[in-house]
């Protein structure tokens, strides 16, 4: 059940049917937040700019779905490079799933794009617009005044044009620059569903940013569902030192019981931005954050105590295991796969052929017999160019027993282009001495081999087998 937050007196469970507790979470500062500026903002200027830039005239990022062409590090891939597209896309979710496994949750409050655009974009504006957290609390529960009218009207303006931003950042990344300008600057009637495609994710992305909120992070996205089978006593996540803390309660010199470092002031679940008390324990809607880490760590100076009072610990140290002993084993060898996975994928993209293709055996043909007694196969090819700029190919059999017929002669490819041809393979039959034979076509630009496809040659093998020639 989602955890929703009162900010006077702690999180509550909402009863069933009960209205959404709203959460106002308090402006955060200290050094970790902003160490999570740094890191976000230096992101968000990746994501914007990344469509824009291109290498050997090619998007550095394009991932269209609908052309089925994908832009990787200013390299084109197309359905061929499945393969290469599953292989990145599986480092992606690995290592995820490895970082979580070491790091928890990290991902969702340093580097996911929901955080991110929430706390560094649309909130901040809340807080330029409305105030800190009280002060939107008393505008939301007091009069419908036009002071209130006029600030939040400028509120959603801006949360709408910002949506729009972004979708227009979005669509980019999907079907390329080049085709979003032309959408923006020619007439809506050319471009109808790119227009309805816009609108259509400005009214996704408002509605996340000025509604839904945290509740894509708690309830919507599985990522945090999995926290459960990732983790383990060895996993850090911010946690409270219960051990040090409790009991918890205001600072009092006359009071000569025992008290923990906590003094309960409510800090760490007012900058909370999923309404969460971190001194429950590891909750499934923590998203690592570290706001309150700051907070609690500011509140830790003023009384003179030790900071990291809620910190990153292992789950093992939160838990209290009698036996436990930290290592770091997990860390090297998960980092150590991921390093591997990335090489890999990273030689896959740059010693690729530039020029691709498939070849097929032309549908329900087996061999011909040709006038002076040869044997022939016919084949069709589709090749790609995949180098990012214009280049001629030839076409030659691997072996020279073969004799290499084109049935339509093309000689270039131009740019991200593509040519289908036909062709024959022809040779001698007592060259053959089986049924079915493995061969090979090479493709050839300026004389050195791009790429060579594999084929069978079908063919009656040789004098001794006579009754397998055609008409026989």
Known sequence: ??????????????????????IYAKKPSGKLYNYRQWVGYGLLLFLFLAPFIKLNGNPFLMFNIVERKFSIFGNMFFPQDLHIFVFGMLIIMVGIVLFTAVFGRVWCGWTCPQTIFMELIFR?????????????KKLNEGPNTDARAWKKL????????ISCFISNIFLAYIIGVD??????TEPINQHLGGFISIAIFTALFYAVFAHVREIVCTTICPYGRFQGVLLDDQSMSVAYNVERGEPRGKVNKKDEAKKGDCVDCGLCVHVCPTGIDIRNGVQLECVNCTACIDACDAVMEKIGKPKRLIGFYSLGEVEGKKDFQKSYTRQILYSSVLVVLTVVFLFLIFNRSEIDGSLLRATGSTYQTQPDGRISNLYTIEVINKSGHPIPFELKA????????LVNKIDSLAKDGTAKMSFFLITDKNNI??????????????????NTLKTTFICPPGANNKHYELGK
């Open 154 to 161: 400028l509120k959603h303006t801006i949360f709408i044009l």
């Open 179 to 184: 085709a979003l300008l032309k959408i923006i």
């Open 433 to 450: 001495s089986t049924y079915k034979t493995k061969t090979s076509i090479m493709i050839l630009s300026e004389g050195k081999e791009m």
């Open 398 to 405: 691997s072996e020279a027993k073969y004799e290499l017929k």
């Open 124 to 136: 901040r504006i809340e807080y330029l617009i409305e105030g800190d957290w009280t002060q939107q």
């Open 1 to 22: 059940m989602e955890a929703v937050v009162n900010n006077n007196e702690g999180p509550v469970l909402p009863s069933k049917g009960k209205k959404r507790n709203w």
